[in-house]
Structure formats: C-alpha cells, structure tokens
C-alpha cells in the first residue's frame, strides 16, 4: 500500500506564496504520473497540476503561470510551489499517484494523501 502525506498548506494574504509538500512510501520515480488536486468548498475535487515519468507537466487554465509542480526522485517528494495566490484557490488541496500511463486524463487516480488545507484571505 502506497501513502502519501501533503503538508505546507496554511492561511496567506492575497499575493502570497505556499509551497506544498507530498512525501511518498514508494519510488516515484517508477510512478507514471503525480499530481494535486483541490476541493473548493461545496464542490467536486478538481486536478491541479500534474507530472508525468519524464517531467512533462500538465496545469489547468486558472493556475498556469502562478502554479509550479516539480518532484524530488531522491527524496520522493512532489512539490507545488503556488505564487500570487488569490481568494479562489481557497481549498483542500490533494497530491494523488497512479501508474496508468494517461497523465493527460485527471481520473483513474490510484493513491490519494489526506490532503492540507490552503486559505487565502486578507
């Protein structure tokens, strides 16, 4: 059984940054694909940002330029570093793992962390 631990999450003013953390109990590098997902309140989970085996990167419209994914083979962690962040990416975010070579779908995800919780207030 894989498990994943996302931690960074917290409370920041708008334009602020947070870099969110998933350590993983495998290799990542023999996962085909990682990514973070988040949940609004009230509303279904929704894909992030995505990183395939060979580095290729995925986001979704209202995070490109502002959203960073990036991964640590060596010490299985993948990362989100969030710039300028706005009052809409208030949510539960997820880091999810899969070994289906479809990165480019954000379904038929295999493992999910427990998620951490990003508010961005003034």
């Known amino acids: 059984q894989v498990q994943l631990a996302e931690s960074g999450g917290g409370s920041v003013q708008p334009g602020g940054s947070l870099r969110l953390s998933c350590l993983v109990s495998?290799?990542?590098?023999?996962?085909?694909?990682m990514s973070w997902f988040r949940r609004h309140p009230g509303k279904e989970r929704e894909g992030v940002a995505s990183?395939?085996?060979?580095?290729?990167?995925r986001y979704v419209d209202a995070v490109k330029g502002r959203f960073t994914i990036s991964k640590d083979n060596a010490k299985n962690t993948l990362y989100l570093q969030m710039d300028d962040l706005k009052p809409e990416d208030t949510a539960m975010y997820y880091c999810?793992?899969?070994?289906?070579?479809?990165?480019?779908?954000?379904?038929?995800?295999?493992?999910w962390g427990q998620g951490t919780q990003v508010t961005v207030s003034s």
């Open positions: 999810a793992a899969k070994w289906r070579p479809n990165c480019g779908s954000w379904h038929d995800y295999d493992y």
């Open positions: 495998a290799y990542i590098d023999r996962i085909y694909c």
């Open positions: 990183i395939d085996d060979e580095g290729a990167k």
